[in-house]
């Protein structure tokens, strides 16, 4: 029984840790589609964080520092979107294409000059830290490696996204913030009509969007791992926005859909160490597998915000 509790625990912890870098990056989907702007360029902004995050915290030896500069990255690429979809009006599928394809370019390209022509960093010395760390071990309130330990003992960035989770869902619900950007998202002309900026609105949240996958993107390299390299996100961007929609655009629906691919990996994870005989590329496959399944099953079954992709001109009609 032990034995089962022990592993029932392992599963939790795992699925915790990997959902973490999938709600930090759906939430910023959320926020930016519900003000009307499609984002499928999440995981290039997510790469970039990753690789932005693990550089920082490895030379200025802070990865809360890291994790800073993790989601400016983010945020920068955030702004070129909006300056394209916003300020230019330009194709939002092809200029999310083109933010995934120079957030992992640029990625590589600093790698190579910062550390010698490699695609990877090296290895971050100080992780995020695990704040609850000084309640599990021997002689203290909880034993290491036990339930408890497995799954509350997480990084710091498991709380945070989780903390996140209910603001962004009280900033999107319970203000007048949240109130305009819902407003842009649903009807940009009536908002438009009542003084609401939506130029403003759409790039604050275009860019809120990049800075929370820059956040996604370290918490998997300067905490999942200790280390950015070329294949460490692999379709995590995309994973988070197939949780958005599974989420129905709501932060407490992504949430769930990311917990629900987290497992997805922490049963992969928990399968190859138990030594099932199943080849490891199989289980790889696993939460790809999940997502596809997931946005099949929904098709015609969400409703998206009702201006999403709609090119907004003040005065036109």
Not at 80 to 86: K, L, P, S
Not at 153 to 158: D, G, L, P, Q
């Amino acid at each position: 029984m032990d034995v089962i509790i022990q592993d029932i625990g392992f599963i939790i912890g795992t699925t915790l840790m990997y959902s973490t870098p999938l709600i930090f990056t759906s939430l910023g989907g959320v926020i930016t589609e519900r003000s009307g702007v499609v984002n499928i360029g999440l995981e290039g902004m997510m790469y970039f964080g990753a690789f932005a995050g693990a550089a920082a915290a490895y030379f200025f030896q802070d990865p809360w520092l890291g994790l800073l500069c993790a989601a400016l990255g983010g945020a920068f690429w955030g702004l070129i979107h909006a300056i394209a979809c916003v300020s230019f009006a330009a194709e939002q599928i092809v200029s999310g294409i083109a933010i995934n394809f120079l957030g992992a370019g640029s990625a590589l390209f600093i790698s190579r000059i910062l550390f010698d022509g490699a695609t990877q960093t090296l290895t971050v010395v100080d992780k995020i830290p695990q704040p609850l760390n000084f309640l599990f071990g021997e002689g203290k309130l909880f034993p290491s490696s036990g339930f408890m330990d497995l799954v509350f003992n997480r990084f710091a960035t498991v709380y945070i996204a989780f903390a996140m989770v209910f603001i962004v869902w009280f900033v999107l619900y319970k203000t007048k913030t949240g109130m305009r950007v819902r407003a842009v998202g649903e009807n940009p002309e009536a908002a438009n009509t009542l003084g609401i900026s939506v130029v403003k609105i759409r790039y604050g949240a275009v860019i809120m969007s990049g800075f929370f996958a820059g956040l996604g993107g370290a918490a998997m390299s300067i905490a999942v791992v200790s280390r950015f390299s070329n294949t460490l996100i692999s379709g995590h961007g995309f994973i988070a926005l197939a949780a958005m929609i599974f989420g129905k655009w709501k932060p407490q629906g992504a949430l769930v859909a990311c917990l629900l691919f987290g497992a997805a990996k922490g049963f992969e994870i928990y399968l190859g160490a138990k030594g099932v005989p199943v080849a490891s590329d199989v289980l790889a496959m696993l939460p790809y597998v999940i997502t596809i399944v997931v946005l099949v099953g929904i098709v015609g079954k969400t409703v998206p915000p009702a201006a999403i992709g709609k090119i907004f001109e003040k005065g036109g009609h």
